[in-house]
């Protein structure tokens, strides 16, 4: 009977309420037994952080590289559940070394900074292994160093290395004065060869002596920099050699199978950005126009004009151009048909020529020069000069020689023509 009776306790709903509840509490003060126990951790490698500096530069005093310890170790007693919180929270240890005003060795007490957010009442103990900080104090130096960025390296083929470029050209180093007197300059080391391409970097420097060697690491340890890197930038630009070629204007009887020139120099070298070069196969230089030059054989000194977003690397502004006239001839024919154009009111001004007859100097081959002649002695026609007598004031004038033009009806005026310059002198008097 005392079976069935437990039988129907432990099988009842109520009883594993109860049970359950029990089981609860038990586990809710294990942990809380276990949680609020105390227990000891070691944090290792906790940063010092130093602050109150920029007084201490305002004083001109600054701390060597050289002081130490930079981290220390802390032992914390605690309770189990803020071991874990300890463990990854950020404490530091700071010092503040804003009282101090005199030059030498001098150690600084430390405070340790646990964040706000910890309970305080949680820790019991905390004890470093280091209770003092050792630091040394000089007097502060200033100093401009000049900063060198050789580059050796080279270029690719086809390509050129221009003027390095870097940024900033000096740098502030403090430090003891006895150190800083031995600096000659910083200087950045390239590592690169053969570049093909702009080079951009931020490199780091090393200091040089007088005696042209770098500085040991002792006497780095002593001083600061205002820059850690030098922004540097190698130019890398593409380089062509282009071909010159002369532009001619043709006519009276000069054509581009008749006329042979050679150039010197024959090319240049460009350099530039690549999508620009590659558009540029020659460069014309002229135009010489053979029209006004009456010689068979002559040489020309003309600029040389390179497109923009190009640099000439030759140094050659100018270039010269030798050329001949070859299968033509040249003959005389006095001209007196002399017109004028835009003459002005004839109610107002009497216009007359008092130019009448000019020698024209006429070029073309020798079946074309024939040809001419004959008509010309037949009376079929004559050479005529226009002269436009525009924009011309009262009394006697030589009109500019571009105010005169010298014209053959009939031929092709490509095959034969008038070569040189001609001037009409004209008298314009008011009409009374």
């Excluded at 509490?25 to 920029?54: A, C, H, K, R, S």
């Excluded at 690169?192 to 490199?203: G, P, V």
């Excluded at 005696?211 to 600061?224: A, N, R, S």
């Excluded at 460069?283 to 126009?289: E, K, L, M, T």
Aim: aromatic share 8%; charged share 20%; glycine share 6%.
């Amino acid at each position: 009977m005392f079976r069935n009776v437990l039988s129907k306790i432990f099988s009842s709903k109520a009883f594993y309420i109860v049970f359950s509840v029990l089981v609860a509490i038990t586990m809710w003060v294990f942990v809380e037994i276990n949680e609020n126990q105390e227990t000891t951790i070691t944090l290792e490698d906790v940063p010092v952080i130093i602050i109150g500096e920029e007084i201490l530069r305002d004083r001109d005093l600054f701390i060597l590289p050289t002081w130490g310890p930079q981290t220390i170790t802390l032992e914390i007693d605690c309770t189990r559940s803020m071991a874990n919180r300890l463990s990854n929270s950020p404490i530091e240890a700071r010092i503040d070394v804003s009282r101090i005003t005199t030059t030498g060795g001098t150690s600084v007490v430390h405070e340790i900074i646990i964040p706000d957010d910890i309970d305080q009442s949680a820790i019991s103990r905390t004890v470093p292994n280091v209770g003092r900080i050792s630091l040394q104090i000089n007097r502060l130096t200033t100093r401009q160093i000049r900063v060198e960025v050789p580059y050796t390296g080279g270029a690719a083929s086809d390509f050129l290395v221009d003027e390095t470029i870097f940024d900033p050209h000096s740098i502030t180093v403090h430090g003891p004065a006895d150190v800083l007197s031995m600096i000659y300059s910083a200087r950045v080391e390239i590592l690169r060869e053969n570049l093909a391409a702009t080079y951009i970097d931020e490199l780091p420097f090393v200091l040089i002596g007088e005696d042209g060697e770098d500085f040991g690491d002792e006497l780095y340890e002593q001083l600061t920099f205002s820059h850690e890197t030098i922004h540097v930038t190698v130019p890398v630009r593409m380089t062509k050699q282009v071909w010159l070629d002369a532009e001619f204007i043709y006519g009276a009887g000069t054509t581009s199978s008749n006329v042979n020139f050679t150039i010197d120099p024959a090319y240049i070298i460009l350099a530039g950005e690549p999508d620009i070069l590659r558009e540029i196969n020659s460069i014309s230089i002229g135009p010489i126009n053979l029209w006004q030059i009456e010689v068979f054989s002559n040489t020309a000194e003309l600029p040389i004009l390179i497109p923009n977003g190009v640099e000439n690397q030759t140094g050659i502004s100018q270039a010269r151009v030798y050329y001949e006239i070859s299968g033509l001839e040249i003959e005389v024919f006095p001209v007196s048909n002399i017109q004028l154009v835009n003459i002005p009111d004839p109610d107002v001004y009497d216009v007359r020529v008092v130019t009448l007859s000019i020698d024209v100097r006429v070029r073309g081959s020798r079946s074309e020069l024939n040809r001419l002649k004959l008509y010309i002695e037949e009376g079929l026609l004559s050479i005529r000069i226009v002269a436009d007598v525009s924009e011309t004031g009262t009394g006697q004038t030589r009109l500019p020689a571009s105010r005169s033009e010298v014209i053959i009806d009939g031929f092709d005026r490509e095959l034969i023509g008038a070569v040189g310059q001609y001037r009409v002198t004209v008298d314009i008097t008011e009409d009374s």
